[in-house]
């Protein structure tokens, strides 16, 4: 079965760095398009950002200011997320999602890792 | 950018009552919406997309509608497992937009 594992997060000080990682298993991880999604506490779902199956497209959300790049490595299944310049308003859960196809919705998500930023 | 914009932000509802949600984009997007359902402490899940298309093992009360800006999502007989918030999100032309969600709760 289809398996997103998160990991990575944790608490760290405004302006330092963090990257987060998603491990796929059960299905052909190098044919899909991963996003990542992120859930500030009580709040709504923000999508963050997406890589296409071939790694070649690269979208973000405007917020992302340029501090976060979106990135896989097919030999290992795995999708990450390198945030630099982290400011207290990215504190949330950071969830990975497989598309169905591509540019389409997300049928598979992790479980999520929480982000927490603070002094 | 696309922005969508869910209503009521929350509602409260007996068993078995019908349920409506409604979601409105900025722009034209075809039938590029698809809704997703979260529970208290869960991650989110795929109930329809395409607008109308039930994902596969969700529920025959759930049912969407809706073309062009306006889409609604129906739940024809609530039930208690159907607690949960519910966010539409558009995936037109490459972008991922939710909307802000709706909080459904029983009376």
């Known amino acids: 079965q289809v398996q997103l594992v998160e990991s990575g997060g944790g608490v760290v000080q405004p302006g330092r760095s963090l990257r987060l990682s998603c491990a796929a298993s059960?299905?052909?991880?190098?044919?899909?398009?991963m996003h990542w999604v992120r859930q500030a506490p009580g709040k709504g779902l923000e999508w963050v950002a997406v890589?296409?199956?071939?790694?070649?497209?690269?979208k973000y959300a405007d917020f992302m200011r340029g501090r976060f790049t979106i990135s896989r490595d097919d030999s290992k299944n795995t999708l990450y997320l390198q945030m630099n310049s982290l400011g207290t308003e990215d504190t949330a859960v950071y969830y990975c999602?497989?598309?169905?196809?591509?540019?389409?919705?997300?049928?598979?998500w992790g479980q999520g890792t929480l982000v927490t930023v603070s002094s | 950018d696309i922005q969508m914009t869910q209503s009521p932000s929350s509602l409260s509802a007996s068993v078995g009552d019908r349920v409506t949600i409604t979601c409105r984009a900025s722009?034209?997007?075809?039938?590029?919406l698809a809704w997703y359902q979260q529970k208290p402490g869960k991650v989110p899940k795929l109930l329809i997309y395409?607008?109308?298309t039930l994902q596969s093992g969700v529920p025959p009360r759930f049912s969407g509608s809706g073309s062009g800006t306006d889409f609604t999502l129906t739940i024809t007989s609530l039930q208690p497992e159907d607690v949960a918030t519910y966010y539409c999100?558009?995936?037109?032309?490459?972008?991922?937009?939710f909307g802000q969600g709706t909080k459904v709760e029983i009376k």
């Open positions: 999100q558009t995936y037109h032309i490459a972008t991922w937009t």
């Open positions: 059960g299905f052909s991880f190098s044919n899909y398009g």
């Open positions: 722009q034209g997007i075809s039938n590029y």
């Open positions: 395409a607008a109308s």
């Open positions: 890589i296409s199956n071939d790694g070649r497209i690269k």
């Open positions: 999602a497989k598309e169905a196809n591509w540019a389409e919705p997300f049928d598979y």
